[in-house]
């Protein structure tokens, strides 16, 4: 039939896009199965001070498969968001984070200061359930709302800054932190970035890779961290691989660093044996 019309302009039947969509409705049967059979867990990646104190963690989403083994987000959280299911995930990270910090708050493991990220994407950032949620779990864990960092990307900044405000003044008010992920990545407007209560930014891992080439990479970091020291904001380096990257950060008065020169992320139960080593370390040293 598409024939007769001349080309594919018209056709009725793409059995690529077929395909497509029954492989992303298959998916989504399986994370459906796998959120009943705890098949999702957060795993936990340190974040540390150019001096080498633990000062926090970025939770991220793991999904062990019975079959297909260890799955990464990127595979699955645009299916989840797309299929409505975000929020179940969120609600599992989130009490994973406040389990572990209620842990290590009971082992004397921590002070005020240090706190889990999690990533929050744009529906869940939208909705009106996302403050409730946050306070009746946090209050469930009898942990402090400054324990808990929401990563929000630079790319949700640029929408409707009034409503994106409101709401991030809101959690703030709670007590709530916010971090601003993949940041240098979007198209926001940098300079307008006071306008938002934010404590926190990430300079994404891009940017970390090319450091060492003296060039964009390199200028745009250092840009990223004088505008940081600037409006008096933390930043982040994430995807920091090597010591050379480490040093350069250093150098250009970076505050934190995430990567896998530091550690890899880990299940809870290893990162509380790697977080119970680090603090033993870091107390021989002081
Ligand atoms: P992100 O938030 O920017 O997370 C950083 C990613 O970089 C993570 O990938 C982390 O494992 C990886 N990474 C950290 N250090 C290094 C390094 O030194 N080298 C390399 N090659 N990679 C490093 P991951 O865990 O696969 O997560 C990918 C993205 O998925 C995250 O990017 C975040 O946007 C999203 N995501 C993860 N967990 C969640 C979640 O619970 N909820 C939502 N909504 N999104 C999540
Ligand atoms: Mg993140
Ligand atoms: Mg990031
Ligand atoms: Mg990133």
């Not at 090319?210 to 250092?222: A, E, P, S, Y």
């Not at 409006?231 to 920091?240: K, S």
């Not at 950060?249 to 934190?256: E, M, P, Q, R, V």
Request: proline share 3%; aromatic share 8%.
């Amino acid at each position: 039939r598409s024939k007769a019309k001349g080309g594919n302009s018209c056709s009725f039947y793409d059995p690529k896009l077929q395909t497509l969509l029954e492989n992303q409705a298959e998916l989504e049967t399986d994370i459906v199965r796998a959120i009943i059979n705890n098949e999702f867990c957060a795993y936990f990646q340190p974040q540390i001070s150019m001096q080498g104190k633990l000062v926090g963690a970025e939770a991220l989403i793991r999904w062990l498969h019975p079959t297909k083994g260890l799955i990464t987000p990127n595979q699955f959280i645009p299916i989840a968001e797309q299929y409505g299911l975000i929020q179940k995930l969120q609600t599992i990270v989130l009490r994973n984070i406040c389990s572990l910090v209620n842990q290590l708050d009971a082992k004397n493991m921590i002070d005020e200061q240090f706190s889990v990220s999690i990533n929050i994407s744009q529906r869940q950032f939208n909705s009106t359930e996302l403050k409730n949620e946050l306070c009746t779990t946090i209050n469930e864990f009898n942990i402090s709302p400054a324990q808990i960092k929401l990563e929000i990307t630079e790319t949700m900044l640029s929408g409707d800054i009034n409503s994106t405000i409101k709401q991030m003044a809101e959690l703030k008010a709670q007590g709530f932190v916010f971090s601003i992920d993949d940041f240098g990545t979007g198209y926001s407007c940098l300079a307008h970035l006071n306008a938002f209560p934010v404590q926190e930014i990430k300079i994404d891992k891009s940017f970390i890779d090319k450091i060492l080439d003296k060039g964009k990479g390199f200028n745009i970091v250092n840009t990223i961290i004088s505008l940081g020291k600037s409006l008096d904001i933390t930043v982040v380096a994430e995807g920091v691989e090597q010591q050379e990257q480490f040093d350069m950060l250093n150098i250009l008065d970076a505050d934190y660093v995430q990567g896998y020169l530091i550690a890899k992320p880990m299940d809870a139960t290893n990162y509380l044996t790697w977080h119970a080593q680090h603090i033993k370390k870091e107390s021989l040293i002081a």
